[in-house]
């Protein structure tokens, strides 16, 4: 079944969807995470960020919220919301239709020459590459 799944969405995911998915990711990675840093900047200056801890107690978040006041509690939320919701999405929409675009490349003649694993190890290399700070 899941080899069914992946040869259909390996038909559907057309070149101009994978480049416009490596731009989305692009640019995101180069316009929304560098704001987002110092937007954490901010509000981490007065009171750490509670979800980088290994483990944190109300106590904490009581503490972060008062310490942050409003403007740092709103800066929180929504670099929450773009790292654990937004992000996500970007990346996943980059990795699914990279791969499944490449998939194309890797059948036929192309699979019988072998060059299956050296065309994919171009995305292999940015995907792992991407989490990097820039």
Do not use: K
Not at 11 to 31: H, I, P, T, Y
């Amino acid at each position: 079944m899941v080899e069914r799944v992946a040869e259909r969405l390996a038909r559907g995911v057309r070149g101009w969807m994978a480049l416009g998915a490596v731009l989305l990711f692009v640019l995101f990675a180069a316009m929304v995470l560098p704001a987002q840093v110092e937007a954490g900047a901010f509000y981490t200056v007065r009171h750490a960020a509670p979800d980088t801890s290994l483990w944190y107690f109300p106590e904490d978040l009581y503490a972060a919220a008062e310490a942050w006041g409003r403007d740092g509690r709103a800066a929180y939320v929504h670099a929450r919301v773009t790292f654990d919701v937004i992000w996500p999405m970007v990346y996943g929409t980059l990795l699914l239709t990279t791969l499944a675009w490449s998939t194309v490349f890797t059948t036929g003649a192309i699979r019988s020459h072998g060059s299956s694993t050296t065309f994919r190890f171009p995305f292999t290399i940015f995907s792992s590459n991407s989490s990097l700070p820039m």
